[in-house]
């Protein structure tokens, strides 16, 4: 939270003096309860009534007149709202080492089950493509699809041979320009999601899809799935390792202003897509608050009156 006019908060200095005086004040006039009263008759002349009763009021007041100065200064807090019409493209690799079951029952289907939960969890105003991967890269669903299509094309996804990382992040580029555009015709805000657990072995380089991605103005935030055990069947019956590799995809991340993540479990993974579920399709919004404190103010300043009216009949 910060304040729009913070200078106005120097008028606290005024309560707190004010809070001095009445402390000075009702000290005094205890003295002089003493001065002029035996303190045999102390007690019939001026009975003590409890001592949070003859204070509540005034604490009330001043605590009152404090949160009518905090909301005099303007206060305004940082507010995640949903973007308009933002575009979210998730690209999801379905290579061969996807079958790998070092994330049992494979990486595959824990990849689908977190990716479904991913596209649930967005809110509805979020357009949401999906681009599949492996040596060829497919618009599974373009943006502007019913949310149902792309969970129906998650269940789907078959895998194939090879991994074109880059070209799956030029396909992304492609669907991004497929969504409507607004009332100005500009292109909407837009966030690539990219998971894969391999390296590029065919098609555009990751560096060339990546400076692509930067000069479009849109992040990619990448997924290093899988486990440095994983392995596949060779089909010669033997195995073939398939181990994860994070860091050319966190390369793509920094290169293009995304976040680079990396899962070796269900858990895992489906923490890494709320992290990103935080971010895509939201944006810090300052809103005011003043409400709050003035709210709080009118009930304090309501119940000093109260009190004072029950307990000494009259008002603070």
Known sequence: MRFLAPERLLLLVGVGALAGGWVAVSLQQRRNLLRFTSVEMLDVVAPRPPRWRRHAPAVAYLLALALLVVAYAQPVRATRVAKE????????????????????PSRLEVAQDAARDFVESLPEDIDVALVTFNGTTTIAVPPGGEREAVLDAIDAMELGESTAIGEAIFTALDAIEMAPGGEDGERPPARVVLMSDGE??????????????AEAGVPVDTIAFGTPNGVIDDGFGGTEPVPVAPEPLAEIAAATGGRAFEAGSHAQLSEAYSDIGRVVGYEEEERDVSGWFLGGA?????AAGTASLLWAQRLP
């Open 298 to 302: 009118l009930l304090l300043l309501a």
């Open 85 to 104: 019409r933002a575009v979210v493209v998730l690209a999801i690799d379905t290579s061969l080492s996807m079958e790998a079951d070092d994330v049992p």
């Open 200 to 213: 590029t072995t065919v098609g555009r380089s990751n560096e060339e899809a990546a400076a692509a991605a």
